[in-house]
Structure formats: structure tokens, C-alpha cells
């Protein structure tokens, strides 16, 4: 699996992250265009941080974060499956420091 980015956020913190898979989907060209189903894309987060929500759009995947503990090192597994059954999986880091 790819760690596509590391962030840094503070616990107080909500920030958005976006993960662009439109090149990913323009190559596979089988993902039917619209908002992101439970069919098509998952996202899993750790316990100690707070997944608020995701969407897709246009190829973008869009990451909404609250909380995490200080010192806390996060991964965001974003797991995207297009309709004729390709997977692509990528990681997002976060490391929670309060400054």
C-alpha cells in the first residue's frame, strides 16, 4: 500500500484532505461518474482520531478530520474500486502535534 502523504495537524483541529485519483480512474475509465457509494469507495481511520466524512467528486476524494491525540501517528487507509473491479488503495499519515 502507498503512503501518498504525511500531514501534521493540532488535536484541535478539523482540516480537509483531498487525494486525487483522477488520473488513476482516467487509465482505468470504467468508474461510473457521480458522488462516492458504500459500492466504490471506503475509507477506514484509526481509533483516537475522528473520520467526519468523505466524498468523491471528479476524481477527488475529500477527507474530513477532527481530533487525534498529541503525538498521535494516524493512518487513513482510502480503498477506491472502480466498476469493472479495480482496486486502488493509498495511505494518508497524520501525525497530531500540539504546538
Given at each position: 500500500?502507498?503512503?501518498?502523504?504525511?500531514?501534521?495537524?493540532?488535536?484541535?483541529?478539523?482540516?480537509?484532505?483531498?487525494?486525487?485519483?483522477?488520473e488513476w480512474l482516467a487509465s482505468v475509465a470504467d468508474l461510473?461518474?457521480?458522488?462516492?457509494?458504500?459500492?466504490?469507495?471506503?475509507?477506514?481511520?484509526?481509533?483516537?482520531?475522528?473520520?467526519?466524512?468523505?466524498?468523491?467528486?471528479?476524481?477527488?476524494?475529500?477527507?474530513?478530520?477532527?481530533?487525534?491525540?498529541?503525538?498521535?501517528?494516524?493512518?487513513?487507509v482510502v480503498t477506491l474500486t472502480s466498476v469493472g473491479g479495480?482496486?486502488?488503495?493509498?495511505?494518508?499519515?497524520?501525525?497530531?502535534?500540539?504546538?
Amino acid at each position: 500500500m502507498a503512503i501518498i502523504g504525511k500531514v501534521f495537524k493540532q488535536p484541535v483541529e478539523v482540516q480537509d484532505y483531498d487525494i486525487d485519483f483522477s488520473e488513476w480512474l482516467a487509465s482505468v475509465a470504467d468508474l461510473a461518474p457521480g458522488p462516492a457509494t458504500n459500492n466504490n469507495l471506503t475509507v477506514f481511520a484509526p481509533t483516537g482520531i475522528t473520520l467526519m466524512s468523505y466524498t468523491l467528486a471528479s476524481g477527488i476524494v475529500k477527507l474530513w478530520v477532527s481530533g487525534g491525540s498529541d503525538n498521535g501517528i494516524y493512518k487513513l487507509v482510502v480503498t477506491l474500486t472502480s466498476v469493472g473491479g479495480r482496486i486502488k488503495q493509498v495511505e494518508l499519515q497524520i501525525k497530531v502535534k500540539d504546538t
